[in-house]
């Protein structure tokens, strides 16, 4: 079964470093999300992408964060300057359709720390 | 704006029996999407079940079931014979036809007790 694949599974790095952290999403889906979750928080929306632009994005997506599609296959988050308060996991998504009612599909997460 | 509420902070459950677990949403958009997703202990996020604002039957997936009530704007997953297993986090979500982003609730933490 086809599913959404996310690397590295845990990075920790020094606050004011730049991470890049990557998605593989189903090969046929044309929709890429990322959500963050807190430790013991719920799930929040930062960003959805199409057509290799930004579709949507919340006020937490910020100047410090950016989205790519660098190829055919991968879908990235870039912080550029990681803050204490990014540590999180951060959940990438992908949809074979846009708008309500569409399943997206969760990578398993990759936990960010912050140091 | 679209907003989903999940009042129970943590739920036990004997093993065996059945569960509820709470959800309202509120939106002004007439088509919507319901979800309910797990989370265990190792963070990932496991989709369990699917609810279309126009669908006139509740959802149904093994043990998982949805109960909608559209007039109420609720939107509960009972699990029938709870399982071990079943111990994790259960976050409610929703999608709008004018949007593309998952709205998420606080979530439930749910402890089958054996």
């Known amino acids: 079964e086809p599913e959404v694949t996310q690397t590295p599974s845990h990075q920790v790095t020094q606050m004011g470093q730049e991470v890049i952290l990557r998605c593989v999403p189903i090969?046929?889906?044309?929709?890429f999300y990322w959500y963050r979750q807190i430790l013991g928080q719920k799930v929040e929306f930062l960003v959805s992408f199409y057509n290799n632009e930004i579709s949507e994005k919340s006020e937490i997506f910020d100047d410090q964060f950016s989205v790519e599609r660098p190829d055919g296959s991968n879908f990235t988050l870039k912080i550029r300057s990681t803050k204490l308060e990014d540590s999180a996991m951060y959940f990438c998504?992908?949809?074979?359709?846009?708008?309500?009612?569409?399943?997206?599909?969760f990578g398993p997460g990759t936990r960010l720390t912050v140091l | 704006a679209q907003k989903i509420t999940q009042t129970q902070p943590g739920m036990f459950v004997q093993e065996k029996e059945a569960v509820t677990l709470d959800c309202t949403y509120d939106?002004?958009?007439?088509?919507?999407?319901l979800f309910w997703y797990k989370q265990p202990s190792s963070g990932e996020m496991i989709f369990l079940i699917y609810?279309?604002?126009?669908?006139?039957q509740n959802a149904t997936e093994g043990r998982y079931s949805l109960n909608f009530q559209k007039a109420r704007k609720s939107a509960n997953l009972v699990i029938s014979a709870s399982q071990l297993g079943d111990s994790a986090m259960y976050f409610c979500a929703m999608t709008v036809l004018t949007g593309n982003q998952f709205y998420f609730g606080t979530g439930t933490s749910l402890t089958v007790i054996p």
């Open positions: 609810q279309g604002s126009y669908d006139q």
């Open positions: 090969s046929n889906h044309l929709y």
């Open positions: 939106t002004s958009d007439p088509s919507y999407g």
């Open positions: 998504a992908s949809s074979a359709r846009d708008r309500g009612g569409n399943e997206q599909f």
